[in-house]
């Protein structure tokens, strides 16, 4: 009598491994100089949008991209439109909330992705969701690096939209 089980584990094996191709990849850790001490994640959003540059000519140099700024809407864990992200670079919610980060960290996990962040926020804006939020990340970055297209004298004064994908993590310092 033939062992069933010749057949069944390569079968196995064969539906496990297919279904593990449709799994989303690992998050990548998120490296030290970007966690913000004594401060607890309380949100987190995806961004969709764009990374604005500019063809600029500087102090009579060669023209280069410089970058203007992004512009992005923020979407919740269920896909719903949750707030935008502008040049400054601030956050806003729907409720009025707002901040406005400075960076003190930055890491470059990948060449064809604009680089991971660490900001210190202020709050700019009235009570709300993000009221309390002192620290953001930026991370997973997908796109949004300086432009393809070659700056030169023709291209001089255009800008370019380039289009980009990030998660925002929004902190709230610890209270004692």
């Not at 970058?67 to 919610?93: C, I, K, M, N, T």
């Not at 909330?97 to 960290?105: D, H, K, P």
């Amino acid at each position: 009598m033939m062992d069933p089980t010749r057949f069944l584990a390569p079968l196995f094996a064969a539906i496990v491994g297919g279904c593990a191709a449709l799994l989303p990849p690992a998050a990548e850790p998120v490296p030290g100089p970007l966690v913000p001490a004594g401060a607890t994640p309380r949100l987190q959003l995806a961004a969709r949008g764009v990374q604005i540059y500019e063809c600029r000519r500087i102090d009579g140099t060669q023209p280069a991209w410089l970058f203007v700024g992004p512009e992005a809407r923020l979407f919740d864990e269920r896909g719903e439109p949750a707030g935008s992200h502008g040049a400054g670079p601030y956050w806003q919610a729907p409720d009025g909330s707002r901040i406005i980060g400075t960076v003190v960290a930055k890491v470059v996990p990948r060449d064809d992705a604009i680089p991971w962040l660490l900001l210190h926020t202020r709050t700019a804006g009235g009570e709300g969701r993000l009221a309390r939020v002192t620290s953001v990340q930026r991370i997973h970055t997908r796109g949004g690096t300086t432009p393809a297209r070659i700056c030169d004298e023709s291209v001089l004064g255009r800008t370019e939209r380039v289009p980009y994908t990030a998660d925002y993590v929004f902190f709230e310092e610890n209270r004692t």
